[in-house]
């Protein structure tokens, strides 16, 4: 599931995902020229309908000239994620044009701590499954649970095409099911803000 919502967040589907997708019943359209249009509207043009996939945006605060700003890039929150994904011996794919902290980035280290877990499972190594699942946790309850909310409320709101509504929905639930299967924190989006 991780593997699928990061692609989606990185690029508009291709010809083949879209086909899928409306045989599924979850694209209400097969016109790949709308799909990636919405695409390029809510997450690559910022202008209009835009929304932002940075977690630094929607979470970090920096003083500037002696004054607190909002939604600036390449904040505290994505410096702690860059370490993470170091910790964890993840790298990012050098086709990978996004900053460390976009959605579709975070989702995909996610998939990679998840493809570990399977393989240590695998193998019967309890202790690095407890490891990983306890870095999941951590993740999930650290960065995506505080502002994924707040980002799928915002394509909810902006996008035109219902796949990207139930996107939003779907990376939402994600997020939530897991903090709950690895009986992580949960916490509360409340302090966080958007910033348009």
């Given at each position: 599931m991780y593997h699928f919502l990061a692609a989606v967040y990185l690029a508009p589907p291709t010809p083949a995902l879209v086909e899928e997708l409306r045989k599924l019943g979850l694209i209400d359209t097969d016109d790949l020229e709308n799909v990636k249009r919405e695409f390029n509207d809510l997450f690559v043009v910022p202008l209009g309908r835009y929304t932002t996939p940075y977690e630094a945006v929607y979470r970090d605060e920096r003083?500037?000239?002696?004054?607190?700003?909002?939604?600036?890039?390449?904040?505290?929150?994505?410096?702690?994620?860059?370490?993470?994904y170091k910790a964890a011996g993840a790298e990012m794919d050098q086709m990978v044009k996004e900053l460390p902290d976009h959605v579709g980035v975070e989702l995909a280290f996610m998939g990679f701590l998840c493809e570990r877990e399977s393989d240590a499972l695998k193998n019967g190594d309890e202790s690095l499954v407890r490891e990983l699942r306890t870095r999941q946790a951590e993740f999930l309850n650290d960065h995506l649970q505080p502002w994924v909310p707040l980002l799928a409320q915002r394509i909810r709101e902006k996008a035109r095409i219902e796949f990207y509504k139930g996107l939003a929905s779907l990376t939402e639930d994600t997020v939530r099911e897991s903090l709950e299967f690895l009986g992580g924190d949960l916490g509360s989006c409340e302090q966080s803000s958007i910033v348009s």
């Open positions: 003083e500037i000239a002696g004054e607190r700003v909002r939604g600036l890039l390449m904040g505290p929150s994505t410096v702690d994620v860059i370490g993470r």
